[in-house]
């Protein structure tokens, strides 16, 4: 009696798969067949992407001229793409001395391509370009801002020599001869090793050698009639 009741109830908790389909099959369904749908829209964009990345890709290594490029930047706004199309052209204008050009362009980057990859050699070009004006002191402070904002990068030394350059010529060649020292503390292995040390020894021979004070040699003379008597010391017994 125990045995048919126990049979009873393993019959009635077997998992009824007609039941559980007719009652949640539709549902079940409807979510397999979205999940589906979002997977193959998902590899679709995807593919999708890769074809676009491919496409810009090549126009940008065919792009010969200003007009081709500013075409790309626009074809593919706040891309990488976009990005690399731009310092190309403002390096152009850079390299024609059309430095007002080159500087709007650079400038166009940092604002429209917040993200770029190689915000950092764009900075340094920019800071070089005011430098190339004569606009010294504002190439100062944009190579001290790219050494600021970028100090683990590979433009770091090359951002510290323009800086260093910046300082030689306004006068600041102690702070200078500092700089150089910075970079010759990168190592021999730094490409700006020779030159920094060219010019930091050019500035050690130029600069006059910190001498310490000297002692007056100047024998004391005695004390005028209105100056204070010397003290008196006590002699020995």
Known sequence: MAQGGQDGLRITDEFNFQVFWATHGKRITVAVVAVAVIGIGLLYRQHQTNEQVELAADRLASATDVTSLEQI?????????????????????FRSGK????????????????????????????????????????AKDQYQQVINFFPNSYVANAAKMGLARCMEALGQKKEARQVYEEVLAAGQNSPWFTQAYLQWVVLSRDMPPETAPQPST???????????PMPSFPTAP
Do not use: C
């Open 218 to 228: 100047k024998p004391a003379s005695a004390p005028s009639q209105g100056s204070l």
């Open 73 to 93: 930047a626009r074809d593919f706004p706040g891309s990488t793409t976009a990005g690399n199309a731009l310092s190309r052209l403002a390096d152009f204008y």
């Open 99 to 138: 430095y007002t050009e080159a500087a709007g362009t650079y400038e166009r980057i940092e604002k429209e391509i917040p993200s770029y990859p190689l915000m950092d050699s764009v900075k340094l070009s920019h800071a070089a370009l005011v430098e190339a004006q004569g606009n010294l002191a504002g």
